[in-house]
């Protein structure tokens, strides 16, 4: 089992205290030895908070700038979550900023070349394809929008287009999450936070591996252990990873089969009788779903609920999992114990899974049938991937049935409050919710003769011609349909924006004012510190420029019912023409956009502070509540009267319940085989995922030398058995093929994860190696979200002398 410094070395993370190795980036971007903040700075060094580029878990780092140019990064000793330290990307994400090849001109295809063009006419192509076709136009944008970018896209389609074509790469990352913490209590986002990693006895993680991808917050628990305290980890999983080193059991099951297994605890405790009854008495329903199914499910009784899960006995959660049986008595064995607080924690195995809602209610069912719930260290915790997946996504609102604060297009009280809200006209907001995006990327890569309505889509912060499953299918398609427009508003020339029809180039992190939401509720802001390259310019300014050039075109949605523009910005009283980019910096437009959008927060008890308060903070978990004194108190755990304001009637108090009686819904779903299995033409299971080192499709990490030297390209990573029956070696070139497509990569034997006999992992970070072409599109019912996770493929040997991607 892996320590704690060894992990430290691992990720980089002791590097944050070490002065010496501080990094100070050149002109050429490479590093060197820098100063620390407060430790012998040199005067002419000027720092300021943010937080990381990087992942949802959100750490604030110390950004230090010199001539204009972000010159170090350090880790921020006075942030709870990080307390100074940082991993390798966030170490380095000041880089992220400067690779050789930033986009800083607005580009037009013309005659198949991407050419320069002025800002004023890029916004006018726009305005003009929305005028044109407004039920055709979409947005597909971001949990790496910042709260603003992502609050005004919202508005601009919801309040503006009205057609509620907009929904954001976070469908394919927390969409099961949503749908599993809705239906079980009735309102999104997790009750408790990151201190439960620090009260825990046990930590439970079901299939994900935040030792490489919440790195800091995992070293919470694994820093606790160093100084001497008992803390049991345990490492559900389909493959052996860097998490697993650092657990006392590592339990590996196949694909899909976390169903059977969180089955099994439950059936456990029912039969002997170890469950919390009284807890189960005052705060649970019992739920069973539906067909077809929905978030509310239909009741049943507890008795039905025990004969339901009668069929889960270890041994044939067993033969089902390949979990040994007495490991599943185990789990149950410490779930069923009062004594010991229990957090489990979950990311995308869980979330990107055809059974994905399911899966998460299941877990959270295991939790309250044995009342681990509620109390610091008892929790059932959903970790967010992107930096503001949570704060833009969830709490704004941005998927295509979304408003707002939790609010839906859908239930007419929520659009009135909106349209009140919004000062709009009666009935503007369409009760339609848009196309989910496997349906939006389907409908853009048909023709329209064929059912393809959607003609134009503006791509924001994300970069779907790599990161979308089945590529060939949804993305490339679409490239070769006429009449088919794609916009994107990107920092460098990623695999989309090649392919793209009109290129925006957008100021990134500390070019722009921003504010984040990371896993625990916490929302966290920061301010513009350089200027962005060339004639790079703010996501949010894009979105308010196209409003504005709709609104001069006189498309009537642009004005509000008094006849004022959608996104009238005001200073002292008077209209700021922010749409003008010379006027953009005249006001702080992320302050204005927050504090409209904060109205919205009440709805759903998920209340934000004003935003000086979070330019004060190293950021506030909601709700935020004001004190008689005028000061804000943040909530750290939520349904909890010791903790949460809300919460008034009991020790729990679930006050979004769906069952409108304070209770949380219990569910039992059965296990289901998934969509695709292993047969003998596509033997192989084929897992995708990340690596430490790089950020999805690499945009960012590739341009960083340290990091893309750390792990410079993608491979596949198999199983010491199969390679030898392949009768392949470490490094030699395969090709990998699935039903949808095929590519070429060499084999890593064992390599960063060890995967069992049969399944082979790819990480998707590397543009050259495109795995998503082999991926499977099939998703969740409820949530729409696709399963990257398991798809059937055959492995061949490459023909000697032939090179490149076999498609
Ligand atoms: N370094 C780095 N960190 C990141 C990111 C990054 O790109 N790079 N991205 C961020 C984002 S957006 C996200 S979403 C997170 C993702 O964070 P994780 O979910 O932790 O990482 P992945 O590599 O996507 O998923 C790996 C896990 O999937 C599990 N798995 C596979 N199949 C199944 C199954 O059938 N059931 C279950 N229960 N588990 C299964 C495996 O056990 C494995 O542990 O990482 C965030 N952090
Ligand atoms: N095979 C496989 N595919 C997956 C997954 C998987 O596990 N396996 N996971 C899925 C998940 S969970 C996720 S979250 C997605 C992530 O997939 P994407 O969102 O497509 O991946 P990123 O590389 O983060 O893309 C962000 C883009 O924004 C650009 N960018 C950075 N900053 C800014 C900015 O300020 N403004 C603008 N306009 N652009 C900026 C970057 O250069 C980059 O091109 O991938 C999904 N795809
Ligand atoms: S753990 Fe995540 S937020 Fe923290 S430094 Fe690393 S990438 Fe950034
Ligand atoms: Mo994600």
Redesign the pocket.
Known sequence: MMDRREFLRCSAMGAATVAASRLALGKDGVAAAQAAPGAGITSDVVWNKAPCR????GCHVQVGVRGGRVVAVAGDQSADVNKGLL?V?GYHVGLALYGRDRLTKPLLRRNGKLEPIGWDEAIAIIARRAMQSPAGFALYGS?QWTIPEGYAANKLVKAGLGNNQIDP??R???ASAVTGFLSTYGVDEPAGCYEDLDRCDVLL??????A????VLFSRVVDRRSKGEQVLLI?????R?R?SAFCQHTLV??????LAIANGIAHLLVERGTFDRAFVDRFCNFRKRTEPPTLEGQPMSFEEYKTALAEYTPERVEAISGVAAKDIRMLADLFGRRDLRITSL????????TRGTA?NDLVHGVHLLSGHFGKPGDAPTS????PS?CGTVREVGTLAHGLPGGLVVTNAEHRKEAEHLWNLPAGRINPKPGYHTVDLWKRFSTPKEQGGDIDTIWVMVTNPGQSLPNTNELFDASRKIPGKFLIVSDVYPTATVRAADLVLPSAMWVEKNGMFGNSERRTQQWFKMVEPPGEARDDAWQIIAVARKLHDMGFAGMKDKDGRFLFDIRKDGKGVPVWDYRHYHDVNVDEQLFEEYREFSRFKHKDLAPYREYVKARGLRWPVVEQPDGSWRETRFRFARFDDPYATKDEIQFYHSVTKDDRALLWFHPYEP?PESPDAEYPFWL??????????TGSL?MRIPQLQRAMPQSYLEMNREDARRLGVGDGEVVILESRRGALELPVWIEGR?APPAGTVFV?F?DETVMVNRATLEAYDPLSKQP????CAVKIRRKPQGKRGEAR
Request: net charge positive; hydrophobic share 30%.
């Open positions: 990087f992942c949802g878990t991993c990307k949990g790469n976070a394919l990352c927390m993680m079901w299939g994900n591996n935040p490489e991808m919440h790195p490492d559900l999983t389909t493959r990873t998490t099951f196949k694909p899909n089969t976390d979950w990311c995308m195995g869980m979330n990107q899974h899966i970790l967010t991937g992107q997946a998934p897992c995708t995922g990340r690596v430490l080192e790089h950020w999805h990490t994860g990480p970070f399963d990257y996770k398991k």
